[in-house]
């Protein structure tokens, strides 16, 4: 039996396709095993959204490739969006590379790389409408917490992303399909769901009408063993009362909202092919925090978009420091080929750029710093995810945190307890983007 290593990279949408693969693998015949040395075969599930995502993703490839001059490896094989942004320009420029999936050919992947092992290497890309997004997982994360993709691909088209051209037109899943995967997790030991797509809160427009995310999320909170249900990628536009009256009946979803804004400027935004402006935007965000007093608000803005001005930029780390979000993601423009902004008057440079987002995130910082402060002295629910060895604590996530974009709780407990377990910590006090506390006995 030959054995297939994957190392994948970029979004939780792309985890969950690694994951699809993994299975895929398994049911073809293959052993996978988690040491590359190990593996006849080596996949490399890449992200090619931004500059830095590629340039992760070419120094995996060619970290990988060594295990064939060292390891047993016979094929080294590129899937995900970079392979599918690029195709035969993959195994060209890289040479270290065999073999180049797009991700129509996904469903083939045993296939592929079986033949690659075998000496018979040959890119393949099918139609982008052919990735299924129905079928048998096996979880890369930990057990307790899963990704839940309800739609591949966006029709947004804003100008300075290429993910349209990369995954194609929005295509959602039907409703029955989502909650049979998502009971099929839970009976695995799944407690956490998390829903993504490029936008969620497009969700069902195309095969509805409509979007159906509010309908979803209420049949998920139907479904035993799920204890948190989050949502990440919700579109200011898109955000409707329907949908926040959900969120804050359902005790099961947790008060955290992921609004990726990218800017405030209606001029900017009106660039970006965005819709709104300072004003609606702050507008959305009181109504949100007048409906669900505890809610968790997450955005994340670019700097140095074709075009924005002093003015312009101001107008933004205003904006941050009047609205002070519990959480924010600040990231310099990256100007990404095939795209409307590459192509824009009024390009600004690297070091502009970098200077305004740092600013931005020396605001966030304060901001963070203050509101976790305030939480010292209040009881709040924790995922466990771990023991850490040197301060000898648990650490954990609060409702307000997700996994790896946001912050965690390291705390004390008298007693052992399990990893996956929801416990009440009481917080003591902060540092940084983390807080401490002691298990509420």
């Known amino acids: 039996m030959y054995k297939v290593c994957m190392v994948s990279l970029g979004c939780p949408k792309n985890q969950v396709d690694a994951e699809m693969m993994l299975s895929l693998l398994e049911k073809g015949g293959l052993e996978i095993c988690s040491a590359e040395a190990e593996a006849d075969a080596?996949?490399?599930?890449?992200?090619?959204?931004?500059e830095p995502a590629k340039a992760e993703a070419i120094e995996n490839i060619l970290e990988a490739s060594q295990y064939k001059k060292e390891g047993r490896c016979k094929a080294l094989i590129v899937t995900g969006c970079l392979a599918e942004r690029y195709r035969d320009d993959v195994t060209e420029e890289i040479p270290e590379a065999d073999v180049c999936v797009g991700i129509?050919?996904?469903k083939d992947i045993a296939e592929?790389?079986?033949?690659?092992?075998?000496g018979k290497k040959q890119n393949?890309?099918?139609?982008?409408?052919?990735?299924?997004?129905?079928?048998?997982?096996?979880?890369?994360?930990?057990?307790?917490?899963a990704y839940l993709k309800i739609a591949d691909g966006c029709d947004n088209c804003c100008t300075y992303c290429a993910i349209p051209k990369i995954?194609?037109?929005?295509?959602?899943r039907r409703i029955e399909d989502c909650i049979k995967e998502a009971e099929d997790l839970a009976r695995r030991g799944v407690r956490e769901l998390i829903v993504v797509a490029q936008d969620t809160t497009?969700?069902?427009?195309?095969?509805?009408?409509?979007?159906?995310?509010?309908?979803?999320?209420?049949?998920?909170?139907?479904i035993d063993g799920i204890h948190w249900i989050?949502?990440?990628?919700?579109?200011?536009?898109?955000?409707?009362?329907?949908?926040?009256?959900?969120?804050s009946c359902n005790d099961k979803i947790v008060k955290y909202l992921d609004i990726p804004l990218q800017h405030v400027s209606g001029e900017i935004l009106k660039r970006m092919?965005?819709?709104?402006?300072?004003?609606?935007?702050s507008s959305l965000l009181n109504k949100i925090r007048e409906k669900i007093p505890e809610i968790t608000l997450r955005t994340t803005f670019i700097t140095g978009f074709p075009g924005e001005t002093e003015e312009q930029f101001c107008e933004l780390a205003e904006f941050v420091k009047e609205t002070r979000f519990e959480r924010l993601g600040c990231f310099p423009y990256s100007a990404e080929e095939d795209t409307l902004a590459a192509g824009f008057d009024g390009q600004i440079d690297e070091q502009t750029k970098n200077d305004r987002m740092e600013n931005i995130m020396e605001l966030q910082m304060t901001i963070a710093a203050e509101k976790n402060s305030e939480k010292t002295g209040s009881v709040t629910e924790v995922l466990i995810e771990g023991w850490d060895d040197y301060i000898k604590c648990y650490y954990g996530r609060t409702p307000a945190d997700a996994p790896e974009i946001d912050g965690k709780i390291f705390f004390m407990s008298t007693r052992p307890l399990k990893i996956g377990e929801f416990v009440k910590v009481r917080i003591n006090d902060c540092i940084d983007y983390d807080l401490l506390g002691e298990l509420e006995e």
């Open 124 to 145: 393949r890309y099918g139609a982008k409408e052919q990735l299924d997004l129905n079928g048998d997982r096996i979880l890369g994360g930990p057990p307790y917490t």
């Open 167 to 172: 995954r194609g037109r929005m295509r959602s």
């Open 202 to 222: 497009a969700y069902g427009e195309d095969i509805y009408g409509e979007s159906k995310l509010p309908e979803l999320l209420s049949r998920l909170c139907e």
């Open 273 to 281: 092919n965005r819709r709104g402006d300072r004003q609606s935007i």
């Open 104 to 106: 129509g050919s996904n």
């Open 42 to 50: 080596i996949i490399v599930n890449t992200c090619g959204f931004i």
């Open 230 to 247: 989050r949502t990440l990628y919700t579109y200011p536009e898109r955000i409707t009362d329907r949908l926040l009256d959900v969120i």
């Open 112 to 118: 592929i790389v079986i033949n690659a092992i075998e």
